[in-house]
């Protein structure tokens, strides 16, 4: 994924990034669980339902990531979600 971020060039730009990288994390892990939409940052395909089990362009690729992260969201240090749950039920 390619992106550009404007931001000033002192010491808060590695708490900045440090946080962008959070945040990123926490919404994959949510997405994986299924609490929450997916984009695919390959085709941009979005997933209302959280993350797929595989990619439904049959790339492999994107389901080795997929099934990494999905196994990342399980992880003990990843399984619980700050607030509320939102999982569907089932």
């Known amino acids: 994924m390619v992106g550009v971020f404007i931001a000033p060039v002192d010491d808060n730009l590695s708490k900045m990034i440090s946080a962008m ?3 990123t ?3 994959e892990m949510r997405a ?3 609490e929450c939409s997916w984009v695919c940052a390959s085709c941009c395909s979005t997933f209302p ?3 797929p089990d595989a990619c439904e ?3 492999q690729g ?3 990531i ?3 992260d999905k196994a990342n969201a399980l992880l003990p240090d990843n399984a619980e979600v700050s607030g509320p749950s ?3 039920p089932g």
């Open 49 to 51: 339902a959280g993350m």
């Open 21 to 23: 990288d959070k945040h």
């Open 25 to 27: 994390r926490e919404w």
């Open 32 to 34: 994986a669980r299924g």
């Open 86 to 88: 939102t999982r569907p």
């Open 57 to 59: 362009h049959g790339d």
């Open 62 to 64: 994107c389901t080795d």
């Open 66 to 68: 997929i099934k990494r």
